[in-house]
């Protein structure tokens, strides 16, 4: 985990974002880039080979999963970059003056995409762009969501997110996606923000793969907004599917997460943190 809002280890600095680095037996692959603060510093402190990376996926278009792009691309000129076709539409967002727990009003409308993300900044000679819209394979038993069926009744984007800066019509952000990949003991599910819903995610990944089992559930889940119910029935779902490790971070919200952690225990819970390492049969 290269970006998080936490970060733990010696030099290694944290930023509200998210920005994952893969790596299989023959292959490097990088899930957002974060803000774009902290992804340089922590890349080199934990000797992440950059310019070897040879797949970027963007799982959403906001300046936290994408802000760190420019520098990668200034570093590599080789990955190929996988995203949804809406990611680089402008996007915006309702500022909210906050009390502890409580929102108040919402105030000036502000742009939460990326200034870059237009197409002419991802030109390379070697550089090929996927604009994803279903399941894709990018690379061998890594796949990527494309646009998640939502179905819940109870699940929503997690915030006030427009298509124009008056604030006039919602931004659904479908293009909203995360990965996924089997391992020996289920699937590995990891999320950027889970707007489409967490659970309208995970079932769409159950859907398309058949499987039953989710071994382990790692990323944002949205959930800073959402109220007592929302909560209730979020977790109760992820009990009923019998996941066996959670590690809810970045936009998931202090509550949200401290239930989960309650509900299954420390053994069972992953505190993520810039730093963290995990490795997957």
């Not at 010696?10 to 292959?27: C, M, P, V």
């Not at 108040?104 to 000679?125: C, G, N, W």
């Amino acid at each position: 985990m290269l970006v998080e809002n936490e970060a733990r280890g010696r030099g290694i600095i944290g930023e509200h974002g998210l920005s994952y680095f893969l790596k299989t037996k023959d292959h490097k692959i990088l899930f957002d880039c974060g803000q774009g603060m902290a992804l340089p510093n922590n890349v080199k402190k934990l000797n992440i080979p950059i310019e070897e990376v040879d797949h970027i996926i963007l799982s959403h278009g906001h300046y936290d999963h994408c802000g760190g792009l420019p520098y990668v691309l200034e570093n590599n000129s080789i990955a190929e970059i996988w995203m949804h076709p809406q990611a680089t539409q402008a996007k915006y967002s309702a500022g909210l003056k906050v009390k502890p727990g409580i929102i108040l009003t919402r105030d000036k409308i502000h742009q939460v995409s990326s200034d870059y993300m237009e197409a002419k900044q991802f030109t390379s000679p070697k550089r090929r762009i996927h604009l994803t819209e279903s399941p894709t394979e990018v690379v061998p038993g890594l796949w990527v969501t494309g646009k998640v069926e939502r179905k819940t009744d109870y699940e929503d984007t997690g915030g006030a997110f427009y298509l124009d800066p008056d604030g006039k019509k919602m931004d659904p952000i479908d293009d909203d996606m995360s990965i996924f990949f089997k391992s020996s003991k289920g699937l590995i599910i990891i999320l950027g923000c889970a707007h489409a819903g967490v659970i309208n995610t995970i079932n769409h990944i159950l859907k398309f793969t058949g499987e039953h089992k989710v071994h382990t559930l790692i990323g944002g889940m949205h959930l800073l907004l959402a109220d007592d119910s929302r909560i209730k029935k979020t977790i109760e779902e992820f009990q009923r599917m019998g996941i066996e490790y959670m590690g809810p971070c970045h936009c998931t919200g202090v509550k949200p997460v401290h239930e989960i952690h309650q509900a299954w225990g420390s053994e069972h819970f992953i505190h993520c943190h810039a730093g963290m390492k995990r490795v997957f049969d």
